[in-house]
C-alpha cells in the first residue's frame, strides 16, 4: 500500500540525527521549556524571517492563543473559511468569538477575498485566512481590507510551512503566524506541538505569558494563562528537521511535477499555482466528479488517498447550530470532488509512476 502520508519514512531518513537528539534530551533531565525549545523558537523564527517564534503544544493552542493575546473574546467575530480542518473553528469558539464563514476561490482553495468585505460586521474584529495544502492565501488584499476596517490578521499556517508569498514565509505577513507541528505536516514533529511566529514585541511577551499560567515568573500570574508547551523531546525533533525543510519542500515540489506530467491527459483537475505562491504542496489535491469511486477503485490497487475535507465546517452539526443557514456555493461543490493523492518527501518516482498507471486504468476502463 502506498500511503498518503508516510511520517515513518521521514523518521527513518533521519533516524540517526533524531535518535542522538533524543538521547541528548533525556540525559539532559530537562524535559520543557528548556534549552532545546528556545534554540527551536530562535532557528524557526530566522527561517520564517520573524522577531519571534513561541513554541506552545498543538496548532489548535497556537490559534486558541493568538485570538486570546489580541483581546478577542465573547461577542466578537472573526472571519474566516469553512474548508479547513475544524480547528480553525475550534479556536475561535474556544476564545468565546463567533466564527463567520466566507467562501472560497474554486482555483486555490483559499478564501475568496473579494467577499471578505461584505462579511464584516460592526462586531468584527479579525480575519484567519488558512494557507491550505501548502498554498498561501491573497494576502495583499486580505492586509487592505483588515487595514481599511482595522481588523487583526492571524495566519493558519497549519499547512503551509515553509510556504511564500510575494516572496515574504507563510505567517510572516499578519500580525501573528499559527503553525501545528502535527506529525504528517511538512514540518512534522513525532507527537503534538504548534508554534506562532510574529514581529510585534509586546504581543510575543503576552503570548509567552499565556502559554504557561501567565506567570511573569514562575508562580506568580500577571494575567490569565493556562498549560501549553512545547517540549523539549519534540523542539529537539523538530530542529533536525527544519534544517531540511526547504530540501524536503523541493521533492514534494518535484513530485508535483511529475504528478502534472503524468496525469495531465487524464480527466481530473489538477493543482493550479497561485503566480505570487510558492506552494509547498502539503498535499495534492485534485477534483473529480467520480470522487467516491476513484478512491474506492485506488483503494483496491494498494493506493491510499485522503478527503481534507469531506464536510465544511458550516455543515456539520455543532457549527451549523451556531451559524445557522449559511450558503457557500463554492465551498460546497469542491467538498464533493477533492481528493489527496500520496505526497511526501520520500515518495519514489516508481510509486508515483504506480499511482499514475492506477489512475490511467481507471479512466480508460
Not at 483581546?71 to 467575530?77: H, K
Not at 511538512?186 to 506562532?196: H, K, S
Not at 496525469?263 to 470522487?291: G, Q, S
Not at 455543515?315 to 489527496?340: D, H
Given at each position: 500500500m502506498i500511503p498518503c502520508a508516510n511520517p515513518?519514512?521521514?523518521?527513518?531518513?533521519?533516524?540517526?540525527?533524531?535518535?542522538?537528539?533524543?538521547?541528548?534530551v533525556m540525559e539532559s533531565g530537562w524535559y520543557v521549556l528548556g534549552k532545546e525549545v528556545s534554540d527551536f523558537e530562535n532557528d524557526f523564527a530566522q527561517f520564517n524571517t520573524v522577531s519571534h517564534a513561541i513554541g506552545v503544544g498543538s496548532g489548535t493552542d497556537a490559534l486558541h492563543i493568538a485570538l486570546r493575546a489580541l483581546d478577542i473574546g465573547p461577542g466578537d467575530e472573526v472571519i474566516t473559511t469553512a474548508h479547513t480542518a475544524v480547528a480553525t473553528a475550534s479556536a475561535i469558539v474556544l476564545a468565546g468569538a463567533n466564527p463567520i464563514f466566507v467562501d472560497i476561490?474554486?482555483?486555490?482553495?483559499?478564501?475568496?477575498?473579494?467577499?471578505?468585505?461584505?462579511?464584516?460586521?460592526?462586531?468584527?474584529?479579525?480575519?484567519?485566512?488558512?494557507?491550505?495544502?501548502?498554498?498561501?492565501?491573497?494576502?495583499?488584499?486580505?492586509?487592505?481590507?483588515?487595514?481599511?476596517?482595522?481588523?487583526?490578521?492571524?495566519?493558519?499556517?497549519?499547512?503551509?510551512?515553509?510556504?511564500?508569498?510575494?516572496?515574504?514565509?507563510?505567517?510572516?505577513?499578519?500580525?501573528?503566524?499559527?503553525?501545528?507541528?502535527?506529525?504528517?505536516k511538512n514540518l512534522g514533529a513525532i507527537g503534538d506541538g504548534g508554534a506562532l511566529v510574529t514581529n510585534n514585541d509586546r504581543l510575543a511577551e503576552k503570548i509567552k505569558l499565556i502559554r504557561e499560567y501567565g506567570w511573569e515568573k514562575r508562580y506568580i500570574s500577571s494575567k490569565e494563562g493556562w498549560n501549553s508547551r512545547l517540549d523539549e523531546l519534540q523542539a529537539a525533533i523538530l530542529r533536525v528537521k527544519l534544517k531540511n525543510l526547504d530540501i524536503d519542500n523541493g521533492r514534494r515540489q518535484q513530485h508535483a511535477k511529475k504528478y502534472d506530467e503524468l496525469l495531465k491527459e487524464l480527466p481530473l483537475e489538477l493543482p493550479i499555482i497561485h503566480k505570487n505562491c510558492r506552494h509547498v504542496?502539503?498535499?495534492?489535491?485534485?477534483?473529480?466528479?467520480?470522487?467516491?469511486?476513484?478512491?474506492?477503485?485506488?483503494?483496491?490497487?494498494?493506493?491510499?488517498?485522503?478527503?481534507?475535507?469531506?464536510?465544511?465546517?458550516?455543515?456539520?452539526?455543532?457549527?451549523?447550530?451556531?451559524?445557522?443557514?449559511?450558503?457557500?456555493?463554492?465551498t460546497e461543490q469542491v467538498a464533493k470532488r477533492?481528493?489527496?493523492?500520496?505526497?511526501?518527501?520520500?515518495?519514489?518516482?516508481?510509486?508515483?509512476?504506480?499511482?499514475s498507471i492506477v489512475l490511467k486504468n481507471y479512466f480508460s476502463d
Amino acid at each position: 500500500m502506498i500511503p498518503c502520508a508516510n511520517p515513518k519514512a521521514q523518521y527513518l531518513a533521519y533516524r540517526d540525527e533524531i535518535d542522538s537528539v533524543i538521547q541528548r534530551v533525556m540525559e539532559s533531565g530537562w524535559y520543557v521549556l528548556g534549552k532545546e525549545v528556545s534554540d527551536f523558537e530562535n532557528d524557526f523564527a530566522q527561517f520564517n524571517t520573524v522577531s519571534h517564534a513561541i513554541g506552545v503544544g498543538s496548532g489548535t493552542d497556537a490559534l486558541h492563543i493568538a485570538l486570546r493575546a489580541l483581546d478577542i473574546g465573547p461577542g466578537d467575530e472573526v472571519i474566516t473559511t469553512a474548508h479547513t480542518a475544524v480547528a480553525t473553528a475550534s479556536a475561535i469558539v474556544l476564545a468565546g468569538a463567533n466564527p463567520i464563514f466566507v467562501d472560497i476561490e474554486p482555483d486555490f482553495f483559499t478564501i475568496d477575498s473579494n467577499l471578505i468585505s461584505d462579511a464584516i460586521s460592526p462586531r468584527t474584529k479579525a480575519i484567519i485566512p488558512v494557507h491550505i495544502y501548502g498554498q498561501t492565501c491573497d494576502m495583499d488584499a486580505i492586509m487592505k481590507i483588515a487595514d481599511k476596517f482595522g481588523l487583526k490578521v492571524i495566519e493558519d499556517c497549519a499547512q503551509a510551512h515553509g510556504a511564500e508569498y510575494r516572496g515574504k514565509r507563510a505567517g510572516s505577513v499578519g500580525d501573528v503566524g499559527c503553525f501545528s507541528f502535527y506529525p504528517t505536516k511538512n514540518l512534522g514533529a513525532i507527537g503534538d506541538g504548534g508554534a506562532l511566529v510574529t514581529n510585534n514585541d509586546r504581543l510575543a511577551e503576552k503570548i509567552k505569558l499565556i502559554r504557561e499560567y501567565g506567570w511573569e515568573k514562575r508562580y506568580i500570574s500577571s494575567k490569565e494563562g493556562w498549560n501549553s508547551r512545547l517540549d523539549e523531546l519534540q523542539a529537539a525533533i523538530l530542529r533536525v528537521k527544519l534544517k531540511n525543510l526547504d530540501i524536503d519542500n523541493g521533492r514534494r515540489q518535484q513530485h508535483a511535477k511529475k504528478y502534472d506530467e503524468l496525469l495531465k491527459e487524464l480527466p481530473l483537475e489538477l493543482p493550479i499555482i497561485h503566480k505570487n505562491c510558492r506552494h509547498v504542496f502539503h498535499l495534492f489535491v485534485v477534483k473529480t466528479e467520480k470522487r467516491d469511486e476513484l478512491k474506492e477503485y485506488l483503494q483496491l490497487h494498494s493506493v491510499n488517498t485522503t478527503i481534507q475535507y469531506p464536510v465544511p465546517v458550516h455543515k456539520q452539526k455543532y457549527y451549523q447550530k451556531m451559524v445557522g443557514e449559511c450558503s457557500l456555493p463554492v465551498t460546497e461543490q469542491v467538498a464533493k470532488r477533492i481528493l489527496s493523492l500520496p505526497i511526501y518527501p520520500e515518495l519514489t518516482e516508481k510509486e508515483i509512476s504506480k499511482v499514475s498507471i492506477v489512475l490511467k486504468n481507471y479512466f480508460s476502463d
